[in-house]
Nanobody, 125 residues
Framework: QVQLVESGGGSVQAGDSLTLSCTAS????????MGWFRQAPGKEREFVAA????????TYADSVKGRFTISRDTAKNMVYLQMNSLRPEDTAVYYC??????????????????WGPGTQVTVSS
């Protein structure tokens, strides 16, 4: 059982940067992947980024590619989402997820068995 808790959300202006953190309660095995998803008001939850815990492999949604970076600190059992050049359309609740998805399925919510409660990010213009 893995418990996840996000932190670092807040209210910022367009163009600002923000870093989200996700703390895992237990060390995840090397075959785990960590993902970030987000859900805007009135919209479905969508994929943002994912990274294999043990390797450097990562993937991003087209809407955040080049602006967001997912990284991890294995010693601290933490995953980060560095968000630069934030836009109002990035406003959402951001969720951290953990699971063992095949690389081809890392963008799908169903591939993850563990979720955090979410943290709100609000970007104003």
């Amino acid at each position: 059982q893995v418990q996840l808790v996000e932190s670092g959300g807040g209210s910022v202006q367009a163009g600002d940067s923000l870093t989200l953190s996700c703390t895992a309660s237990a060390r995840t095995s090397s075959d785990y992947a960590m993902g970030w998803f987000r859900q805007a008001p009135g919209k479905e939850r969508e994929f943002v980024a994912a990274r294999r815990w043990a390797t450097g492999w990562s993937t991003y949604a087209d809407s955040v590619k080049g602006r967001f970076t997912i990284s991890r600190d294995t010693a601290k059992n933490m995953v980060y989402l560095q968000m630069n050049s934030l836009r109002p359309e990035d406003t959402a609740v951001y969720y951290c997820a953990a699971g063992r998805p095949p690389l081809s399925s890392a963008r799908f919510m169903s591939s993850y068995g563990y979720w955090g409660p979410g943290t709100q990010v609000t970007v104003s213009s």
